[in-house]
């Protein structure tokens, strides 16, 4: 059985800095991506990576102040997130996409999810 677990997360000061890990069992996924909700809005794709390559993709929003990577002999996922915002507050979601994903940025591409964990910027 798939399973993701997250961890890290919490309260930072704006312009500061969180970490979060994504543990995967079950088995390995060719792309692996963050994706994020806010209070009463949709979830939106944050960071995809993927896993033979390691080829990433950021929303614009987030590029050059967060970075994906991956450890293949873990098999984790992690997200660094600088300079951080009150806008980037949120519920964190690492997600396991579909084999044969072609748009490592769309929601529906992904098949498993993790329950989330909270990063939440003061201003």
């Known amino acids: 059985q798939v399973q993701l677990v997250e961890s890290g997360g919490g309260l930072v000061q704006a312009g500061g800095s969180l970490s979060l890990s994504c543990a995967a069992s079950?088995?390995?996924?060719?792309?692996m991506g963050w994706f994020r909700q806010a209070p009463g809005k949709e979830r939106e794709f944050v960071a995809a990576?993927?896993?033979?390559?390691?080829?990433?993709y950021y929303a614009d929003s987030v590029r050059g102040r967060f970075t994906i990577s991956r450890d293949v002999a873990k098999n984790t996922v992690n997200l660094q997130m600088n300079i951080l915002k009150p806008e980037d507050t949120a519920v964190y979601y690492c997600?396991?996409?579909?084999?044969?994903?072609?748009?490592?940025?769309?929601?529906?591409?992904?098949?498993?999810w993790g329950q989330g964990t909270q990063v939440t910027v003061s201003s």
């Open positions: 990576i993927n896993w033979s390559g390691g080829y990433t």
């Open positions: 997600a396991a996409a579909r084999p044969g994903t072609t748009s490592p940025r769309s929601r529906s591409d992904y098949g498993s």
């Open positions: 079950g088995r390995t996924f060719a792309t």
